[in-house]
């Protein structure tokens, strides 16, 4: 049996830098625009929302933001995080590949998501603000908010979309134990909610609208989004910074291709984007690819114009691949994959041909996900397992042509709290996962004409 | 706010050997008895059930035991394992100690049991095994056995004591996602087994006899056992050489308590055995305090005396602190803590009084998780939370007293599974653990008189 190799970093060759891909962007991403003037949004716009810090970062051209010393303490208790080479899933899928992936459930909250709660609450509570709201999906982004909020002593209130509420109390709990108050979405709380029956199986576009709605009332009170957004990209960042130094550290200076899940698209850009400065720039010349779920293809099947962030309409109105900011994605087990629209940069740099994107189905996921977790020792969340099944495709094209394709993957986070999804799958009860064709239409009808 | 400091090894500087104590004891331990003659076991005794590395290792005089490369390989997925300064647990509680605490749940399972999985399984597979038996409680040594099988290519089968599969399904289907086979015990498939009603809500024990039951029939077929034998401590040893190295990196050349939860033994051995050495040789002279639950109090209020490891009595007798082979406890959420026994070599060391226990009710072990994940960001395993309440209460002690107490406790595992439990602790719903007076003397009445 062939070992795994895990490839790691001083604390000292940390990357002490996020990076900012909008600095090496030959055409540069449209701006946001404002729900009411349909102008570009200035800062004063955003303030209501969101620290100066972070307003300042949402438009930085720079290329290299540094990162605060409080906030790289605190993700010193688990950064760098490993860098695995998986020569067991190479030897069992009979591969010349090279696969790496890059592990983020070794973080407090399971997930890449505190790359960007910490600096995002850390910012807030350099500014007085003592409540953050959000919401949260699968229930990563909710868990690693509060887990930064327990820190730095803020209140935090989440609110979960309704079908991650009912079915994973555990990840309800989780939140709760690092001390966060928790509301079912669509809440009884926001004008917002009320708009929908109480049972509605809610999506992350109004569980946005919810804890934004909340956040404008109030002015020690502020909002906090896991995905996105350009700061919440740039956070990531650290990922894929990460990815690069451990991969030179195993003699690989060239990738043939990098994959990741995306949903809003934080996860896939934090790993993505310093390889794309690789490629924008020539020093190598990666594939980049995203996948998402085939119930929610906003870069497959969307189409590429300005929608709102969240389904009530209140945020800025964002240049994206949208299905529409009303479109009502099937029950998958992907909770964090739910988003109707895609971060903005990642959008533009799908439009622009310098990232490509493919669409899986939840059971092939499943499979490649039990395969790696019974070879590589880990579970993978379900959204990271769209990322293992295209790399499992990959990897078997490569059995066939013979090719030694260098594949690194983001394993975004641990599926340690969604094993009632691998229980529907082992037991065979796990269906795919049907887009709902009208659906889109009836959606994509409702995206504003500009 | 203060962040954490973690310390951590270089691959090239992690142990290469297992630390066996009965070297360093003073007062040799008594030997384990033939339950039918009587008289001590020899190899041959030993040899239905296991390979005879193992069995060699069960009796050896030897000071250190090599790990072979094969394990150091899988062992490097995760070790060596961090020890965190829990600063902001210090700064929470206002004490003057400096308390660290060495962290497995960053093991593929979870928890420190994969430490003995690896090597367990590795010979076996040595020797032509094809398939394994085990019992498991809280499900962490049932979920490691099963992932070190999956590695290794070999059959595995789960007894997983009623009360825990009732009430755990998660825990169950990580088990199965590794590809094990899990029964609910009482099974219908031992005679044990059918000894005892279906809906009973089985033990330690109990699960240990139907799986050694299994393993007798069939040549193919070996047992393996999480805990309490003399060879599974030795290879938890590494979990205290590494964290010597790593509180020496610390600056710390002394230390003044050591905590550990105690079931079986065998995560508290792993941590305390090298410090032990340290103060058997006269080194250094630290207290080692073993921590286990009031409602299994083995160390606390059982007798010293030969007693079965299992509940039908199939195993050899060993000279241990025993609450009674057939002493059913209260069904508290420390799975892993409710054996009826303790590992003889645990058990002469507080004979001998190198090492001290004490016994604490769950509310106060689940307060102090609570407080413990809010600060650190690790929602600690049930089991674990018993060492951090003795830690909370020693550097409470230390806060009026103004000691500069250095504590070093063992956070053998994560709570992630383990959530339903926190969900009853925060709604109040958590009840302490009564001790049946009662059936502690009808049990202890039962032990064999020799």
Redesign the interface.
Known sequence: ?E????Y?LD?SEMPTHWYNIVADMPVPPPPPLHPGTREPVGPDDLAPLFPPELIAQEVTGERYVEIPG?VL??Y??WRPSPL?RAR?LEERLGTPARIYYKYEG?S???SHKTNTAVPQVYYNAQHGVTRLTTETGAGQWGTALA?AC???GLDCEVWQVGTSFDTK??RR??I????AQVHRSPSRLTESGRAFPEDHPGTLGLAISEAVEVAAQDEATKYSLGSVLNHVLLHQTIIGEEALRQLAKAGEDRVDLVVGCAGGGSNFAGLAFPFLREKLTGAQDPTILAVEPTSCPSLTRGEYRYDFGDTAGLTPLLKMYTLGHGFVPSKIHAGGLRYHGMAPLVSHAVDQGWIQATALHQRECFEAA?EF???E???PAPESSHALAQVRREALACRESGEEKVIVAGLSGHG??E??A??DF?ADHLEDDPLSEDALVAALAEVPVL
């Open positions: 049996m070992g795994q190799h895990k790691v604390e409080q303490d605190v010193k208790q695995f067991r070794v407090p909250a399971g887990y327990a820190l730095f109390p555990q709990t989780l709760e134990v690092f001390g039990v977790g019974r070879v020792g880990v579970v340690l709290l094993l009632g691998y229980a082992l």
